[in-house]
């Protein structure tokens, strides 16, 4: 998904050639709180990122001037980005900033945790602040994150904010998925079965733009079944729901390149938001497209919603049909796999530059 990659440290005026390996004891600099750690995502938007990235960074080295260090990273492929923060998260960094999209920005959200607990410098000392903070450049495809903060067109705005700095913690989301229960933290929406079937194919396209959700819907409708799943919220009881469509399970407002899909959720509220479609078929989401948009989906009388602080989902029968591999799990528009699943929230979790 992402390929070809270089690694350099502005601050120490020092470049990686393209192909070397770098590893942490090829860094032999220790970051502090003035040093501010770029994780770029060179392939984004297919290359555009990599050159928007390049044009940008005189700018933001002029504005942060004196105060911040800057150091740039790039990725070479998946998950690379969750290593590169762990990394700087480690070695004592001021913050790291994910430039790219959604994607790269749940990579690096990751990197906040490493096996369940959140990432520490090295001297894992409690009483020192401000801790990591987290910050963003929005140049993805998506960028549905940067959408309640309205910098998704404007990336001065979020450099703004970079430059003065102030925090806030925001909460994120944690799944454990699959006969495996793997982890993986989110920080937008995670959602099940017609959605992430969605966009599981439209990751697929993601060089066509936005047109990728397009596809990726079309695609989603083939072969696809509304079923009946058990759902458990904040521990209560099992309960089954019929005819399930799609679970979106949010942490903020949108997906899908726009969707205001649960238009309650606020990363500060210390909850979810969690919508259950019901009984959709392919031609009420023609008829019914804007109400994603819009948010007021959550008014039809087969979408149901309400604030949760964990939800588990898993089917009520047992598929052994290699046609159907399971019900579709993703996190902020990544394919995880398939259920059980268990989504809960991780309140004030990371300091974010907003």
């Known amino acids: ?25 090829s860094s032999p600099q220790t970051l502090g709180k003035r040093d501010y750690v770029f994780i770029v995502n060179p392939n984004g938007a297919n290359g555009r990122t990599g050159e928007s990235w390049t044009k940008l960074l005189p700018q933001l080295k002029a504005r942060l001037g004196t105060d911040r ?5 790039f990725t070479s492929g998946p998950q690379h980005a969750t290593q590169l923060t762990r990394e700087a998260i480690h070695e004592g960094a001021g913050a790291v900033v994910a430039v790219g999209g959604d994607g790269t920005l749940h990579e690096v959200v990751n ?13 894992r000392s409690e009483s020192i602040e401000p801790k990591t903070a987290l910050g963003l450049l929005p140049m993805g495809t998506g960028s ?6 309205d910098w998704s067109k404007d990336v001065n705005k979020a450099i703004d904010r970079l430059c003065k700095g102030e925090r806030k913690k925001i909460d994120v ?7 495996e229960r793997k982890e993986r933290y989110f920080i937008n929406v995670a959602d099940l079965h017609l959605s992430a079937k969605a966009g599981f194919f439209a990751g697929m396209h993601k060089q066509l733009g936005n047109l990728c959700y397009v ?18 919220v904040d ?16 942490n903020s407002k949108y997906f899908g390149g726009g969707m205001k899909i649960t238009p309650s959720a606020d990363p500060s509220s210390g909850d979810l938001e969690a919508v259950i479609l019901r009984d959709f078929k392919w031609h009420d989401f023609l008829l019914k497209l804007h109400t ?10 087969n979408v149901f919603s309400m604030k949760v602080r964990s939800i588990d989902v898993t089917e009520v029968d047992n598929f052994s049909n290699d046609d159907y591999p399971g019900t579709y799990i993703q996190a902020d528009g990544e394919h995880l796999g398939f259920l059980d699943a268990s989504i809960s929230v991780v309140p004030s979790a990371i300091d974010f530059i907003q």
């Open 1 to 25: 998904m992402r390929r070809g990659w270089f690694q350099k440290t502005v601050a120490v005026a020092r470049v990686v050639k393209p192909g070397e390996v770098f590893s942490p004891s």
């Open 69 to 73: 260090n800057v150091h740039e990273k």
């Open 111 to 123: 990197g906040f945790f490493d096996n369940g607990e959140l990432t520490r410098s090295k001297d």
């Open 144 to 149: 549905d994150f940067a959408r309640i903060f």
């Open 173 to 179: 989301g944690r799944v454990i998925y699959g006969k």
């Open 215 to 232: 596809i990726g819907a079309l695609r989603g409708f083939q072969g696809h079944k509304n079923r009946d799943l058990k759902i458990r």
């Open 235 to 250: 521990g209560g009881e099992w309960e089954t729901w019929s005819n399930v469509t799609a679970i979106c399970i949010g």
């Open 292 to 301: 994603l948009y819009l948010g007021t989906h959550v008014l039809q009388k």
